[in-house]
């Protein structure tokens, strides 16, 4: 049960027939790459819902009426590292003028901390709509710390979007940052004693880039 308001599944045969094929140990890096970036499309869909936006008028063969533009250029795809990068692809078919940050994180030896290898944004966070990008929602410990940078910069408007959410992942993320909306196709079972999501999908980064 989902007791997190800014928690949302995109619920959709589509999504899960693709999510499916995903799932499938079977699928080998192409097509799972493919798929991954289509299911972060649909995701995005509905994140986008109330991506900003101007009326503006456009002159038809028939006669002017009002239309709308979308300011994508505001909208700023933060990938984390590598699996997140399986992502980008299909969110920028749907907002291509968006911009793309970059969020490089590793696990600290001695605090255990997830902390930053890379971290480029663009200037003025204040003014950007930024979207987080991870397929996987785990522990919640990089997404979590991804979202705590970008607010330390001056950002205020934060959503996250993942493929595949643990509840223990959830759970995390959403106590920490309750005013960042977060967006998944699925939520899992759990987390295993390797912190692998279950049943999900297995490692991400390696079904994507074929390093196994
Ligand atoms: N990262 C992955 O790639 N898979 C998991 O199941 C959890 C974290």
Redesign the pocket.
């Known amino acids: 049960m989902n007791k997190y308001n800014n928690f949302h599944v995109v619920d959709h045969p589509l999504i899960r027939h693709k999510l499916t094929l995903i799932r499938d140990k079977k699928t080998g890096h192409q097509l799972f790459r493919e798929l991954v970036n289509e299911v972060g499309t649909l995701v995005a869909f509905e994140l986008t819902r109330d991506i900003p936006s101007q009326n503006i008028s456009v002159e038809t063969p028939i006669m002017e009426t009002t239309g709308v533009k979308v300011d994508g250029k505001n909208v700023v795809l933060v990938p984390i590292l590598r699996?997140g990068l399986g992502m980008v692809d299909g969110l920028i078919k749907l907002i291509p003028n968006a911009r793309v940050g970059y969020v490089g994180m590793e696990r600290d030896e001695t605090t255990h901390e997830p902390v930053h290898y890379y971290f480029k944004i663009p200037k003025k966070p204040e003014d950007r709509h930024f979207i987080i990008v991870d397929p996987?929602l785990?522990t919640g410990g990089t997404a979590i710390a991804t979202a705590n940078s970008l607010k330390e910069l001056g950002a205020t408007q934060i959503k996250f979007m993942c493929l595949i959410a643990a509840p223990e992942g959830v759970s995390a993320f959403c106590e920490v940052h309750p005013d960042v909306q977060v967006y998944a196709a699925s939520l899992d079972e759990k987390l295993n004693e390797n912190?692998?999501?279950v049943p999900?999908?297995?490692?991400?980064?390696d079904r994507l880039f074929g390093t196994k």
């Open positions: 699996a996987m785990a912190k692998y999501i999900g999908l297995g490692d991400a980064g």
